[in-house]
């Protein structure tokens, strides 16, 4: 019953205070949600229902690098498996050797996203900001044009295998082969790669237990003293949740005190998150807090790709901000006028600092990183 009251606490699912143990799964299609109790199913666009058909192909196509414009870059390119869906570097490489100025993330859970990417409100399904990678110019990711569309679709249907499967995920469209299908097949894949299989779920289901460091992490995980809760408390361990059962869902985007490059709160030119979108000053450097699932192995972290471990990361955090002494972004982030008010210095001994790390780690999920389900399809 503790674990019950505690995931309805942390968890924000209200009153619920039912077992903890895996709940029936839920179909919808010929598609079965198997989920945990205290996990919703996730928003799913009318449009674009979950089948096995589809997943199927997009699983395919996500791991296939004739998608891109020049047939070397695959989405899997830039989201390993291995690496939470992440890439493991500080900035992906497109397909043209360009730089993304941004962290890839992992995809673990992504279908319960209120949001996509790092700061842009506007993107609210998996569909929408697959154009950002595919059709994007700056910078060059996919790199599909109007130049190249007709061959990207002709490698596809050259391959009776591939057109197959096509026909099969959408059976009700003369002319399967196209981007809109591709998109819909790839969301649908993304939707189901689902994460709640770590020692910490497990735990919460009783099935494993936690050593004494992780159960002290967890307390100060969720405790007033380190706060990291209050923007890594849902079941997807953020604060942008949006699932069947959401009545209200908040898109909210936080200033952590990485850079102060003027004294005013700037951040580097290339890249100042929300106020891009919003032109709000208050925006200046305010980025989504990414999910913590499978955070051990999606490093090197933030926005910026710019803290390379967990301890970097708490470090920073337990400072206030960071401070970069030198350099062209130097400035004292910790001092930052739209710095969130969350973000405040933190008294943590060296001890309490690796139980938090420890309860981090419990938050991996073997299966989901390794297992046949999510693994690439074999490509000829």
Known sequence: MIRAVLVAAVLGLGGMTGPTTMAAPQATGDWVWDLPAYVPPPRVPDDNPMTVAKVTLGRRLFHDPRLSGNGTLACSGCHVQALGFADGRAHPV?????????????????AWRASLTWANPALVTLEAQMAVPLYGTDPVEMGVTDANRAAVLDRFR?????????????????????FISIIRAIAAYQRSLISFDSRYDRWLQGRADLTA???????????ERAECHHCHGSFNFDDQVAHILSRVVERQFHNTGL???????????????????????????????????????????????????????????????????????????????????????????????????????????ERFLSGPTNSPHQIR
């Open 158 to 178: 050259a391959d009776p295998e591939v057109v197959a499967g096509f026909r099969t995920a959408f059976p009700d469209d003369p002319r399967p082969v196209s």
């Open 94 to 110: 497109g397909a043209t050797g360009a730089v993304v100025r941004r962290n890839a993330q992992g995809l673990a859970n992504v």
């Open 259 to 365: 850079y102060n490059i003027d004294g005013e709160g700037a951040y580097p030119a290339t890249d100042r998150g929300l106020i891009e979108h919003t032109g709000l000053a208050a925006d200046m450097g305010a980025f989504r807090a990414p999910s913590l699932r499978n955070v051990a192995v999606t490093g090197p972290y933030m926005h910026d790709g710019g803290i390379d471990t967990l301890d970097a990361v708490l470090d920073t955090y337990a400072a206030g901000g960071r401070l970069i002494p030198s350099g062209p972004d130097a400035g004292d982030g910790r001092l930052n006028r739209w710095k969130s008010d969350l973000i405040v210095r933190i008294e943590l001994s060296p001890t309490e600092r690796a139980d938090i790390v420890a309860f981090l780690k419990t938050l991996t999920d």
């Open 213 to 223: 460091a992780e159960r002290r992490g967890h307390d100060l995980f969720f405790g």
